[in-house]
């Protein structure tokens, strides 16, 4: 069966307005930045659009109303009892992770965190004169490495950062690992933010945000919230932190204080007409891009079993182990040879070189095409190898 996002055209999407699709060269399908390429939901472009025939002077900074009513009505079908004061709106997640780290731990003290992940995690860790206390992901099927983390933990350490679902891996946490890890974070007397901006794009209907679990863990735990992954606004910019335990909010509020803005006019009423309006757009994304999941897939199955491989239960992002195949540096590899144009893995934590993460939210014509540059390649480097042996 087709689809309207089958069609879509690469000169329809490339254009200096998006860093998707200028960064590299004509030649080169991107791959890369988690955007989606699809048109966004009708439902945001009516709010947008209505949203400037009034005034677009400064909104109300703690939250519109209709934002608050919006973003409690959400959370509530996972058990938060939200008011105004559990909501901090931002233009963003990442300035939540930045104000996080400076609000709830101490210069050079250890940030727990899991790699490969987000490189902003990293940043926010690393950029602030913290450290990064690593728990590695277990490569085989990525799964929190709980020993280790228990081995790993210091008096020290204070703060942890997670993210559900994972983004590189596209892992969505099942209930006993979030109850684990809640049990760990509680043991261990650590505030917990959660980073679940891709809450919605969930293959499995497992999603579960570890602060509904019970009251002690919510109180220590803050949750990144925004509409920008599962709706296609990130250019908007529109975040907030939310958290039953108020208190963890004002220190974040006193950090960010003077650098973290307010989500402006536009992205808050994007941010309404999402929740409120966009939710059968948003069905429709998710199954096309589970489909798109399957393809890819099926298609390293077939094609480049030597891949190491996770099929992401939720997100847009595929992780891809190529060191078998490419060693290190296989991002800028690919680029070269297959113009296929990926995350490099190296961001993502210093023991993933050989890996790269690719986004699939495009349409199944652009993602066949990359995949068999990629597939051409590879195996003619494996040939060449091969015969020069
Ligand atoms: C897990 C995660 N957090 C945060 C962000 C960025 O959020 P924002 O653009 O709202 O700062 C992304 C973007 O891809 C992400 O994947």
């Known amino acids: 069966m087709t689809h309207p996002y089958d069609d879509l055209q690469a000169q329809n999407v490339r254009g200096s307005h998006s860093i998707k699709w200028s960064l590299y060269p004509e030649d080169v399908i991107p791959l890369w930045v988690a955007d989606m390429d699809y048109p966004i939901s009708s439902a945001i472009v009516d709010a947008l ?107 020290e350490t204070r703060l ?47 999603y579960l945000p570890i602060a509904s679990l019970s009251a002690e863990i919510s109180s220590r735990t803050i949750t990144l919230i925004g509409p920008c992954k599962a709706y296609n606004t990130a250019g908007l910019g529109a975040g907030a932190a939310v958290s039953s335990n108020v208190e963890l909010l004002e220190r974040m509020k006193v950090a960010g204080h003077g650098f973290v803005s307010f989500p402006t006019v536009l992205s808050q009423a994007a941010w309404v007409a999402a929740y409120d309006g966009a939710q059968g757009w948003l069905e429709d994304t ?54 296929v144009g990926l995350n490099d893995g190296a961001a993502y934590g210093e023991a993933y070189a050989g890996f790269v993460r690719l986004n699939f939210a495009t349409s199944r014509t652009l993602l066949t095409e990359a995949l068999e540059r990629i597939a051409r390649t590879v195996r003619a480097r494996v040939r060449e190898s091969v015969s020069a042996d």
Request: glycine content about 8%; some cysteine; charged content about 25%.
């Open 49 to 155: 659009e209505a949203r400037m025939t009034r005034s677009v002077g400064y909104p109300q900074m703690t939250g519109d109303p209709e934002l608050v009513r919006a973003i409690t009505k959400h959370m509530a079908r996972w058990g938060f009892q939200l008011e105004k004061a559990h909501i901090w709106p931002m233009s963003g997640v990442v300035p939540g992770l930045f104000s996080a780290v400076k609000a709830f731990s101490q210069g050079g003290a250890p940030v727990l965190t899991q790699v490969p992940i987000y490189p902003p995690f990293l940043m926010a860790i690393r950029e602030q004169n913290r450290t990064v206390l690593e728990n590695p992901l277990l490569e085989d099927g990525y799964k929190i490495d709980f020993e280790a983390l228990e081995r790993s933990i210091t008096p």
């Open 160 to 206: 942890m950062l997670f993210c559900n679902p994972h983004n590189p891996s596209g892992r969505v946490w099942k209930r006993d690992e979030l109850e684990r890890l809640a049990q760990f974070v509680i043991r261990h007397d650590l505030i917990l933010v959660s980073d679940d901006l891709h809450a919605e794009l969930d293959f499995t209907g497992d």
């Open 286 to 339: 998710v199954a096309y891009l589970k489909g798109n999941r399957d393809f890819l897939s099926e298609f390293l199955a077939r094609e480049l079993p030597q891949i190491g491989y996770f099929a992401p239960e939720g997100t847009y992002l595929a992780w891809l182990d190529f060191r078998a195949l490419l060693g290190n540096g296989a991002q800028a590899w690919l680029l070269e040879h297959a113009k």
